[in-house]
Structure formats: C-alpha cells, structure tokens
Nanobody, 126 residues
Framework: QVQLAESGGGLVQPGGSLRLSCVAS????????MGWFRQAPGNVRQFVAATIRSGRSSRYIDSVKDRFTIFRDNAQNTMWLQMNSLKPEDTAVYYCAASESYVISERMRATDYTYWGQGTQVTVSS
C-alpha cells in the first residue's frame, strides 16, 4: 500500500505559478499510473492530469492544457504538477492519486484511483 503526501500549495496572484509535489512512500511508486485531481467548494472532485508509469505520456483536461505540466521521477518516488498562468478558477484543493489502471485518458475518474493524498490548497486571487 502506498502513502501519498502533497505539498506546494499556497496563495498566488492571477498569472502566477506554483509547483505542487507529491511524494510516495510505502510502495513501489513505478507500479502506479499517477494523477492530479482538484476539488473546489461545492464541486465534485475533478480530474486535472495524469501520467503513465514511465512518465513518457500524459493527459490533461482542456482547461489546463498549455498551462500545467505533470511529470514524475520514479527514482525519487515523486510527482509534480507545474502550474503556470494561474487563474482564479484554478482555486481548489489539489490531490495526488495513484491508480493501478493501465489505461490513461483525459476523462479519468476518481474511482479509477486507489490511493490518495490529503490535499493541498491552491488559491488564486489578487
């Protein structure tokens, strides 16, 4: 069983950048497809991005394409989400998650993922 811990959230002005980190422990990180989700108050948890075990392929929702980049280093048991050109609508709690699935898509669901971190708050506001 893998444990996940996110960090890197905070308050940033519109147009700014943040890099979120997700560190895995207690399992073999390279065994999992990894993803980022976010949840704003009153909303369902939304898929943001995912990367396959090798990190060589990724998927994003349309609203973050060309602004966010997901990447991982299996040797460091770590995944990141680089977020640029942030907008107020990006405000949410961001979660990293691990999936045993071998299918990656732009429409991944929370139920595709087995393990979750505790979340980190990202607030985009002037």
């Amino acid at each position: 069983q893998v444990q996940l811990a996110e960090s890197g959230g905070g308050l940033v002005q519109p147009g700014g950048s943040l890099r979120l980190s997700c560190v895995a422990s207690g399992g073999n990180f390279s065994d999992y497809l990894m993803g980022w989700f976010r949840q704003a108050p009153g909303n369902v948890r939304q898929f943001v991005a995912a990367t396959i075990r090798s990190g060589r392929s990724s998927r994003y929702i349309d609203s973050v394409k060309d602004r966010f980049t997901i990447f991982r280093d299996n040797a460091q048991n770590t995944m990141w989400l680089q977020m640029n050109s942030l907008k107020p609508e990006d405000t949410a709690v961001y979660y990293c998650a691990a999936s045993e699935s071998y299918v990656i898509s732009e429409r991944m669901r929370a139920t595709d993922y087995t393990y979750w971190g505790q979340g980190t708050q990202v607030t985009v506001s002037s």
